[in-house]
């Protein structure tokens, strides 16, 4: 490399390849168009990676100041060039999205450059402010109408297998209200892998708009918020909302890992509601469009099989056999026909779910346990059409990111949410325990799963005619020329 860099100088290349040269080959030069801490690499670092990185939060190290940063530069330009840093596992080319903390190449190439040159200081005096964050234990929106905690709360190990408990408690809602922002605070933010609220509504309670069918099961259960690391609060656009139903019942569900000492967790969501007697607009649902082997979309096979077919993809029902060489904890059937992984093997599996009504799309989530590497969600369109809405092509298991879209996606009744999961059961997989094993879903972390979740708005097809026009888009059933074209 070193040789090739002196011949490259010597026969005098443009300046940007001799900025990539460390400062030993490329001499004097380079000085000038070194990126320095505080000009270049602390702007990036407050967008990026500060929210996390800083005392007293979710991350191993500050890095606030120099001083924090500077023993950290190697493994820095490891993760960064990677992408492993900010986390943030999508195609970064596919869509926009709310609060992107991702770097582009070119910030990636600064941050890169500024460490190959010695990561040098710079002028204090080029230094931004220093970012203001709020403290983890601090309400984001200001006060909450209502605190829900845990009456018990858990108490994690020092050391142990990861443990997903729940805890049912009556936040004594006597009507229903819409929720404007909503927000959990753990108290051992430390131990916290992820963790849900959910409602569930009390029985025979009017379900309109929450029970929606295949693809979602929400029957039992409303999501209401997902807590995970650098990620506690959902703030919903004016005139959107959740609902909570009046009596509904509130279901803690952490998943807690153990940190190296005792802690005791109570978790505290805070709610602020739209005043009493106003309606929103839009209600968001969350709804969990689950992976199966094919047995279960084979009964929403008459709807689905036209577009799919016209979409190119081949229809395959075949009914699941009963796996052997692994016992699962929960229902062994249920727990193959859901998600089958054979040892050795990267398996796939697909979820089609016809939206049934026009629907605003929110957001994303993928989840999946440690043989997850990639959740692709697409939207096939009832013309047949494919279009990609967000791949994780670098799925971490670590991590719970929503993607939030910057604009929801609009599409009609029928439209169907096609998810392919991908896991891959085998020793390539370095979070694999044992490839020889079969794996089925199943709850327990060293079980599987595969799920997209979606925040959705349905709307009525007045609504949906008005989100088109707010577009600029030509009512629906007409065809546009590039459809014509097809
Ligand atoms: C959403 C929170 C979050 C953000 C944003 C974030 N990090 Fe991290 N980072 C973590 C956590 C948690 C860990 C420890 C777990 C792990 O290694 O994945 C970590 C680990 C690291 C490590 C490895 C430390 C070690 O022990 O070797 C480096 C280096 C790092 N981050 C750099 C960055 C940089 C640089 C940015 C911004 C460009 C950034 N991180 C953004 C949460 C975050």
């Not at 001799?18 to 270049?40: C, E, I, N, R, Y």
């Not at 909450?144 to 020092?158: H, R």
């Not at 697909?350 to 629907?359: G, K, S, T, V």
Request: net charge neutral; aromatic share 8%; charged share 25%.
């Amino acid at each position: 490399m070193r040789k090739f860099a002196r011949l490259a100088l010597s026969v005098g290349v443009p300046t940007v390849f001799v900025l990539l040269m460390p400062p030993v080959v490329a001499g004097q030069s380079t000085k000038a168009a070194t990126p320095t801490f505080t000009k270049d690499v602390l702007p990036l670092l407050q967008r990026s990676c500060q929210k996390c990185h800083r005392p007293n939060s979710i991350a191993p190290m500050s890095l606030l100041t120099y001083q924090d940063v500077r023993p950290w530069v190697r493994a820095i330009k490891a993760r960064v060039s990677s992408r492993q840093m900010p986390p943030w596992h999508i195609d970064r080319s596919i869509g926009e999205y709310l609060d992107d903390p991702s770097l582009s190449d070119k910030e990636i190439e600064t941050v890169v450059r500024w460490i190959d040159g010695g990561a040098p200081q710079g002028d204090p005096k080029d230094a931004p402010p220093p970012a203001k964050f709020r403290a983890a234990d601090e309400w984001a929106f200001g006060e909450p109408d209502l605190v829900v905690s845990m009456e018990k709360g858990f108490t994690i190990p020092a050391a142990g297998r990861d443990t997903q408990p729940s805890e049912i408690v009556d936040p004594k809602i006597t009507e229903d209200r819409y929720v404007k922002w909503v927000q959990m605070i753990p108290s051992a933010n430390c131990c916290v892998h992820h963790s849900h609220v959910y409602v569930r509504a009390p029985e025979g309670a009017d379900r309109d708009g929450l029970s929606l069918g295949m693809g979602s099961n929400t029957d039992e259960e409303m999501d209401l918020i997902e807590y995970g690391p650098g990620n506690d609060a959902d703030f919903f656009a004016d005139g959107t909302a959740k609902l909570i139903k009046a009596g509904s019942k509130f279901r803690f569900a952490p998943h807690y890992h153990s940190m190296g000492e005792e802690k005791h967790d109570i978790e505290r969501v805070g709610i602020k509601f739209y005043p009493k007697g106003y309606k929103p607009e839009y209600v968001v649902t969350s709804h969990r469009i689950r992976t199966d082997v094919g047995n279960m979309w084979a009964l929403n096979r008459e709807k689905v099989e036209d577009a799919i077919l016209k979409a190119g993809h081949k229809i395959d029902i075949n009914e699941p056999r009963m796996p052997t060489g692994f016992l699962v904890q929960e229902n062994p059937l249920h727990s193959a026909t859901t998600l089958s992984i054979p040892p050795n093997t990267v398996a796939t599996h697909e979820r089609f779910w016809p939206l049934p009504q026009d629907a605003l799309i929110l957001s994303f989530q993928p989840h999946m346990h440690f043989l997850g590497t990639r959740m692709i969600l697409e939207a096939i369109h009832p013309d047949g059409r494919r279009e990609t809405l967000t791949d994780a092509n670098r799925y971490e298991q670590n991590w719970q990111i929503t993607y939030t879209y910057k604009t929801p996606h609009l599409f009609p009744k029928g439209t169907i949410l096609h998810t392919i999961s991908y896991h891959d059961n085998t020793a390539n997989n370095k979070h694999n325990p044992d490839p020889t094993n079969w794996r089925g879903w199943g709850s327990r972390t060293m079980d599987e799963m595969g799920h997209g979740w979606t925040d959705i708005a349905f709307l009525t097809p007045e609504q949906y005619q008005k989100e088109l026009a707010k577009r600029g888009k030509a009512p629906a059933g007409t065809r546009t020329q590039q459809q014509q074209q097809q």
